[in-house]
């Protein structure tokens, strides 16, 4: 866990931290639109989806048990940055479905002393709002599934537009969201990108060749 604190002095105990995580952490696990978009565009097949949801369920119970909270969070935790204003959560859900990606939430708090006591205060019992686009996010995933099948096999476009069930003009349109950098990934399964972007907007805009920091910056993002 790292802090960002601007003024020294804290005293927070180590329960109130884990409390507030854990709490944090099953509220995301719950974001079951958030969780599938990130997992199928990491790669994982549409039907393994199902066993994942249990999986994140099952990890939300054992997050509220007090003899479980402990393992779950070393798990599952993979970065804790708290900070005056906020705590940047993130998770790995890697445990839901053996795949390796991250999600990151920021949680506004405030941070009070009472007396000798000083306490976390969540602003919200829910992370802050996202604008995750399930259609956007769908589409990025196939594109990293067409472009996979196409460099693995033999297949021509026309019969991947087939088994996709679309048209091969359909395909060579979105084949360029599977060279997008991994951090703008990231933030549109994060919520994170502009309200007014979609796939052809995106394709439109992004010059491939641009690092990720000079990609963001074209496509107006956060």
Known sequence: MTGTAEKPGWRLPASQIEKVVALEAAAILADRATIGAALESAG???????????????????????????????????????????????????????????????????????????????????????????????????????????RTSEVSIAKLARREGVDDRYISSVLPLAFLAPKIVEAIIQGRQPADLNATKLVRRIDLALDWHEQKRQLGFE
């Open 44 to 150: 994982l097949p549409p039907d393994e989806l199902p066993a994942a949801f249990n999986a994140a369920e099952n990890i939300q119970r054992r997050l509220h048990s007090d003899a479980d909270r402990d393992e779950v969070l070393t798990v599952l935790t993979d970065r804790v940055e708290l900070a005056p204003d906020r705590l940047r959560l993130t998770i790995s859900l890697e445990p839901l479905a053996g795949i390796r990606r991250e999600l990151t939430r920021g949680i506004p708090l405030k941070i009070k002393r009472r007396g000798v006591e000083t306490r976390l205060i969540v602003e919200s019992d829910r992370a802050a709002p996202t604008n995750v686009d399930p259609t956007l996010v769908k589409e990025i995933a196939q594109a990293h599934r067409c472009f996979e099948a196409l």
